[in-house]
C-alpha cells in the first residue's frame, strides 16, 4: 500500500521529467535563429532539428507504454530520464547539424518513454478525486512550462549569445534530469521497479514476461505506421512521392490489427488491447483529443508567423504573446481538475465551447486591428481566453479517458492517445499552415490568419460534437442502469 506522502513524492517526480521535456520543446522553438547561425546549418537541417524529435517520439510511444507495464513503470521512466539528459548534453556539445540531429531523435526517444509512465503511473496509483487533481497539477505543469520555455530560452541565448547560447538551452535539462533519477531511485515505490502491473484474476497466458510477451512485431509494425503517417507532415518540403507513405502507413496499421489480434489468440498479451476501443470512454475520448490537437496546436504558430512575418515584430514580443494564455491554462487545469471526478464530460465540453469564444475573440482582434480601430496587443485577452480552454480539456479528458482502462494496459492505452495526440498537431499544422500559405496569395496576412482561425474551429467543433455525444451515452447508460435497478427492486 502506497501512502499519499509516497504519492506525493512520486507525483513530484513525475512532474520535474515532463517540465524538463516540454522546456526543452519550448526553448528550442526560441533557439532554431541561433542554431542555424552557430552551426551554419542549413534550411534542411534546422527542419529536422524540429521534426527529428517529432518523429522518434511518436515512433516509440506505445510501445515504451508497453514496455513499461510489463517490465516496471519506474526503471523504464528513469532509463528515459538518462537518455533524455544524455542526449541533452550531446546536442549543447554538438560541432556540426549532424550531431545535433542525431542527438535530437535521442531526446525524442528518451521524451517517448518518459511520458506513457508517467501517465500510467497517475493511473496505478491515484483513484477518484485525488487523480483528477493529480492530472491537474500534470496540466498546470505543461502550462507554466509553456509559459517560461521562451522567456527562459531568450535569457540563455542573451547571456551566452548567438553561439553559446543555444548550447545552453540544452545544457540547461542536465540539473533537472539527475534531479529526477536521484528523486526517483529514492522515492519510487519499489513494485515499480519489479513490474507494471498483474493480469486480471483467471487470465492466463503463456508468457507474461520477457521479450514475447512485449511483443517485439507488434511494436515494429506499429512504429513503422507511425512513421510512414507522420514523416510527411514533419517533412515540410516533402516531395509527392512521400506523400504516398500515407497509404503504406494506413496498410502498415491494418496488418499490426491483424498481428495483434493472431498474438492474442496464440495465449499471450497483446501489445495493446485492441478491445478498449470498444470502451466508449476510451476512444471518444482519444478522438477528442486527436481532433482538438489537429486544430488548436496550430493556433500558436499562426500568432508566431503572424505578429513576426505579418506584422514585423520581434521573436521575443512574439513570444510574450503566449505568456498570459499559459499561465490561464495553468491556473484552468488545476480548477478543472479538483472538479473532473464530479462534473465528468461536462468540463471537456465547457472548454470546448470556451475555445470556440477564444478563437472568435482572436478573429475579432485581427479583424479591429486590420481596420486600425485597436492595437495588436489585444490579443492577448482573447489568448488568454484560449489558454483557459486549454486547461480544462486536455487534462480532464486525459482523466476521463484512461477511467476505465485495464491497469494492466494503462501505460499502453496511455500512449495510444498520445500518439493520436502526435498525429493530429503534426497533420494539423502542415494542413493549417499550408493553407494560410496558399490565402497568402491572394489576400493579407490579417486575412489568411482568419482563414486558419476558421479551419481550427472546425476541428474544435468535431471535438464538441464527439464531447456532447459521449456526454449523452454516459447519461443513457446511467439511466439504463437506474431502471434495471429499479426492476430488480
Not at 160 to 189: E, K
Not at 447 to 472: F, N, P, Q
Request: proline share 3%; aromatic share 8%; net charge positive.
Amino acid at each position: 500500500m502506497v501512502s499519499r506522502t509516497e504519492r506525493g513524492r512520486m507525483l513530484l517526480v513525475l512532474l520535474t521529467a515532463i517540465f524538463m521535456s516540454l522546456i526543452a520543446v519550448s526553448i528550442v522553438n526560441v533557439a532554431v535563429p541561433s542554431i542555424q547561425y552557430g552551426l551554419g546549418a542549413s534550411d534542411s537541417d534546422i527542419q529536422w532539428v524540429l521534426s527529428g524529435y517529432a518523429l522518434s517520439f511518436g515512433v516509440v510511444l506505445v510501445a515504451a507504454g508497453r514496455a513499461g507495464d510489463i517490465f516496471g513503470r519506474g526503471g523504464i521512466f528513469l532509463l528515459g530520464v538518462a537518455i533524455f539528459t544524455l542526449s541533452s548534453i550531446a546536442s549543447g556539445l554538438a560541432p556540426d547539424a549532424n550531431w545535433l540531429n542525431a542527438a535530437r531523435f535521442a531526446q525524442g526517444i528518451g521524451s517517448g518513454l518518459i511520458n506513457p509512465q508517467g501517465l500510467g503511473m497517475i493511473q496505478q496509483y491515484f483513484r477518484g478525486d485525488e487523480r483528477g487533481r493529480a492530472f491537474g497539477f500534470l496540466g498546470t505543469t505543461v502550462g507554466v512550462s509553456v509559459a517560461i520555455g521562451p522567456v527562459l530560452g531568450g535569457l540563455l541565448i542573451d547571456l551566452g549569445g548567438p553561439v553559446i547560447g543555444w548550447r545552453l538551452t540544452f545544457l540547461v535539462n542536465i540539473p533537472f534530469g539527475i534531479l529526477t533519477i536521484i528523486l526517483g531511485l529514492m522515492w519510487f515505490p519499489r513494485p515499480l521497479f519489479q513490474h507494471g502491473s498483474q493480469p486480471a484474476a483467471g487470465q492466463v497466458h503463456k508468457a507474461n514476461r520477457g521479450l514475447r510477451s512485449l511483443d517485439p512485431m507488434g511494436a515494429l509494425l506499429l512504429g513503422l505506421a507511425v512513421l510512414f503517417i507522420l514523416f510527411p507532415f514533419v517533412e515540410s518540403r516533402s516531395t509527392p512521392l512521400t506523400w504516398l507513405m500515407l497509404p503504406g502507413g494506413a496498410a502498415l496499421c491494418g496488418l499490426w490489427i491483424l498481428w495483434e489480434r493472431r498474438h492474442e489468440r496464440r495465449g499471450f498479451r497483446p501489445m495493446v488491447n485492441l478491445d478498449i476501443f470498444r470502451t466508449a470512454s476510451f476512444a471518444n475520448g482519444t478522438t477528442i483529443v486527436t481532433l482538438y490537437f489537429l486544430g488548436m496546436t496550430s493556433i500558436w504558430v499562426l500568432v508566431a508567423l503572424y505578429v513576426q512575418d505579418g506584422l514585423g515584430m520581434s521573436a521575443l514580443q512574439s513570444g510574450m504573446f503566449g505568456v498570459p494564455g499559459a499561465l490561464l491554462s495553468a491556473w484552468a487545469a488545476h480548477w478543472a481538475g479538483a472538479r473532473v471526478a464530479r462534473l465528468g464530460r461536462t468540463v471537456v465540453i465547457g472548454g470546448l465551447v470556451v475555445a470556440l469564444f477564444g478563437l472568435g475573440a482572436c478573429a475579432g482582434v485581427i479583424i479591429l486591428h486590420e481596420l486600425e480601430l485597436i492595437g495588436i496587443w489585444w490579443l492577448l485577452l482573447s489568448l488568454g481566453i484560449v489558454g483557459v480552454a486549454q486547461g480544462a480539456i486536455i487534462s480532464p479528458n486525459q482523466a476521463l479517458t484512461l477511467a476505465e482502462v485495464p491497469l494492466a494496459y494503462a501505460g499502453s492505452s496511455g500512449a495510444v492517445m498520445q500518439t493520436g495526440q502526435r498525429i493530429g498537431a503534426s497533420v494539423g499544422i502542415a494542413v493549417i499552415t499550408g493553407a494560410v500559405f496558399a490565402a497568402l496569395r491572394v489576400m493579407s496576412w490579417s486575412y489568411a490568419v482568419l482563414v486558419g482561425l476558421g479551419i481550427i474551429s472546425l476541428a474544435v467543433t468535431l471535438a464538441l460534437w464527439v464531447a456532447v455525444r459521449d456526454l449523452r451515452g454516459r447519461q443513457r447508460a446511467a439511466q439504463q442502469s437506474q431502471t434495471t435497478e429499479t426492476v430488480k427492486n
